[in-house]
């Protein structure tokens, strides 16, 4: 009934850019907070950035000053804008969101993940 479909995930060198888009669809009524965890190989699955549907932010202290997490609530979709990448960036990135259903409570939603690979 609700998917989150990432976009915008490969390779790339040390010192460039990606930008990763998330969009939800399905059955819900309202999105409240949305963002972005990643795991990297052999590693647990940690928190990156997330934004309220007011656009505050959070994030981790390894990321501040290079990521920027934004969204556009039209459009169902959270974005983060990744610069001047490190090798230690590598990782599967997971968008994450919480959101109310019809008539019901909220819920947590996870999209399937996407490969960000920092190398030379």
């Known amino acids: 009934q609700v998917q989150l479909v990432e976009s915008g995930g490969g390779l790339v060198q040390p010192g460039g850019s990606l930008r990763l888009s998330c969009e939800a669809s399905g059955n819900f009524s309202t999105i409240n907070i949305m963002g972005w965890l990643r795991q990297a190989p052999g590693k647990g699955r940690d928190s990156v950035a997330h934004?309220?549907?007011?656009?505050?932010?959070n994030y981790v202290d390894s990321v501040k000053g290079r990521f920027i997490i934004s969204r556009d609530n039209a459009k169902n979709t959270v974005y983060l804008q990744m610069n001047s990448l490190k090798p230690e960036d590598t990782a599967v990135y997971y968008c994450?969101?919480?959101?109310?259903?019809?008539?019901?409570?909220?819920?947590?939603?996870w999209g399937q993940g996407i490969q960000v690979t920092v190398s030379s």
């Open positions: 934004i309220t549907r007011a656009g505050s932010a």
């Open positions: 994450n969101m919480n959101a109310d259903q019809w008539l019901r409570g909220s819920r947590n939603y």
